[in-house]
Nanobody, 123 residues
Framework: VQLQTSGGGLVQSGGSLRLSCTAS????????IGWFRQAPGKERGAVSC????????HYRDAVKGRFTISRDSARNTVYLQMNGLEPEDTAVYYC?????????????????WGQGTQVTVSS
């Protein structure tokens, strides 16, 4: 059981990136998936989540209208499309999965974690 996170990089302010979270060893289809980020000197926090039951979504206020989470069951992948990136979005981004019906923003309620991908936004 593994989650592979990819898609990070260096981008200028206002740019876009798409992060991918691909599962191996299990199907993501009915799992709640969360994207988290941790900036230097700060605690890890939830950025966006998608429900394992009905694909309803949640976003932290700072990214609403700029980030979009989506699920592609055929590719066993969840994406985080990030537009309008700002220097404050600079962090290591992680995806996590839990076999629960709804979504949760609590990191301790997730069972599986990807390895993290660095996102750096220059001003």
């Amino acid at each position: 059981v593994q989650l592979q996170t990819s898609g990070g990089g260096l981008v200028q302010s206002g740019g876009s990136l798409r992060l991918s979270c691909t599962a191996s060893g299990f199907s993501l289809e009915s799992y709640a998936i969360g994207w988290f980020r941790q900036a230097p000197g700060k605690e890890r926090g939830a950025v966006s989540c998608i429900s394992g039951e009905d694909d309803s979504t949640h976003y932290r206020d700072a990214v609403k209208g700029r980030f979009t989470i989506s699920r592609d069951s055929a590719r066993n992948t969840v994406y985080l499309q990030m537009n309008g990136l700002e220097p404050e979005d600079t962090a290591v981004y992680y995806c996590a999965a839990t076999p629960r019906a709804g979504f949760t923003t609590r990191g301790d309620e997730y069972d599986y974690w990807g390895q993290g991908t660095q996102v750096t936004v220059s001003s």
